[in-house]
């Protein structure tokens, strides 16, 4: 069994920067490619990028030029980094792992951007 599990989120104010993690549990876990998603209040499920194993990144227009996803294989770690912090960026953001040819979520991390 393979858990996802995000962590970095909280009360930050607009204009700061933030990094999100995604660890896979076990670590030894196989994981290939990994997104991440966005789901504001009222509003459905977004999608925000994803990286491969090979590191190859792919963002949604809406995020480009503010967030970077990284990841290291060796930790079985995905991250989100977010510059420039904006109030619309309040959400609960999920990470989402291939494992044997399944996507596996996580539970999410709330992000609350204050003006």
Not at 62 to 87: D, W
Request: glycine fraction near 10%.
């Amino acid at each position: 069994q393979v858990q996802l599990v995000e962590s970095g989120g909280g009360l930050v104010q607009a204009g700061k920067s933030l990094r999100l993690s995604c660890a896979a549990s076990p670590p030894s876990a196989n994981i290939g490619s990994m997104a991440w998603h966005r789901q504001a209040p009222g509003k459905s499920r977004e999608y925000i990028g994803s990286i491969h194993t090979d590191a190859l990144t792919n963002y949604d227009d809406s995020v480009k030029g503010r967030f970077t996803i990284s990841r290291e294989n060796a930790k079985n770690t995905m991250y989100l980094q977010i510059h420039r912090l904006k109030p619309e960026d309040s959400a609960v953001y999920y990470c989402r792992g291939l494992h044997q040819h399944r996507w596996v979520w996580g539970q999410g991390t709330q992000v609350i951007v204050s003006s």
